[in-house]
């Protein structure tokens, strides 16, 4: 199996994240003693905007593996990235309203839909080598 420069390139988007995320979760938010409103603003939505940007770069990785011989699906899978990863992002926070296990906020669905549009812009600004589209992926 050939290795390509843009799993790793995309690996790393997503384990960015995933670290940025379980920081702020963990240990950024629960120990933050200021007072600062846009601080406090900024850890709260921080594990929604995150997210939104690390799994498509997942799926990225994980859509081409499942061989589909779909031409749409593989010369859009960014697309189809971010619309599977926006389904379950803000399937969970609406699911909110109805369990005690979280909170829904309205900022929250915001900085998801941020996210998603972030990884786009990443997406456009990426060279073509790593979108798969030159080195065999």
């Known amino acids: 199996m050939k290795t390509s420069k843009s799993l790793y390139y995309w690996f790393a988007l997503f384990a960015l994240c995933f670290i940025a995320y379980q920081q702020v979760q963990d240990n950024i938010r629960p120990n933050y003693i200021g007072n600062n409103l846009s601080v406090k603003y900024l850890l709260g939505i921080a594990p929604n905007f995150f997210p939104a940007i690390g799994i498509p770069a997942l799926f990225v990785i994980l859509i081409p593996q499942m061989k589909q011989t779909s031409k749409w699906l593989n010369e859009k899978k960014h697309i189809t990235a971010n619309i599977i990863s926006l389904t379950g ?49």
Do not use: C, M
């Open 89 to 137: 992002l803000l399937s969970w926070e609406f699911l909110q309203t109805k369990t005690t296990r979280g909170h829904f906020d309205w900022n929250d669905v915001l900085w998801t839909l941020i996210g998603a549009l972030v990884f786009q812009l990443i997406w456009t600004i990426t060279p073509n080598i790593y979108k798969g589209k030159y080195d065999g992926a």
